[in-house]
């Protein structure tokens, strides 16, 4: 079955940092562009970063670069986001996607989910949680 697994997510202090992963399966993950997502409590999915099929391209968000960096190793499956000096804001479940109509996007610098899938499309994605 084609679906993607998020999880590193936890509960740290301002200033901390976690690691997220992004691990695909049923489908090869090296074929697809990847974009991270997050969703604050009541507030929209935005977009917060994105790598192209080799990892040879990358886009943050304003409000995280410098703090988050996104990697892959299509030889795992998998696609990280390696969020340092964490901060209160952060806060949100975040997804990953591969619907290029989701991350295309991304890589032009707009931020905001560009199309409305369900939330089967989306599962169940990771918490981070950050104190001040």
């Known amino acids: 079955q084609f679906h993607l697994v998020e999880s590193g997510g936890g509960s740290v202090q301002s200033g901390g940092s976690l690691r997220l992963s992004c691990v695909a399966s049923g489908f090869n993950l090296g074929t697809y562009a990847i974009g991270w997502f997050r969703r604050a409590p009541g507030k929209e999915r935005e977009g917060v970063a994105c790598?192209?099929?080799?990892?040879?391209?990358?886009n943050y968000q304003e409000s995280v670069k410098g703090r988050f960096t996104i990697s892959r190793d299509n030889a795992k499956n998998t696609v990280y986001l390696q969020m340092n000096s964490l901060k209160p804001e952060d806060t949100a479940v975040y997804y990953c996607?591969?619907?290029?109509?989701?991350?295309?996007?991304?890589?032009?610098?707009?931020?905001?989910?560009?199309?409305?899938?369900?939330?089967?499309?989306w599962g169940q994605g990771t918490q981070v949680t950050v104190s001040s």
């Open positions: 790598i192209g099929k080799n990892g040879d391209i990358t």
């Open positions: 996607a591969e619907d290029w109509d989701l991350v295309a996007p991304l890589f032009s610098g707009y931020w905001k989910e560009s199309i409305r899938k369900n939330d089967d499309y």
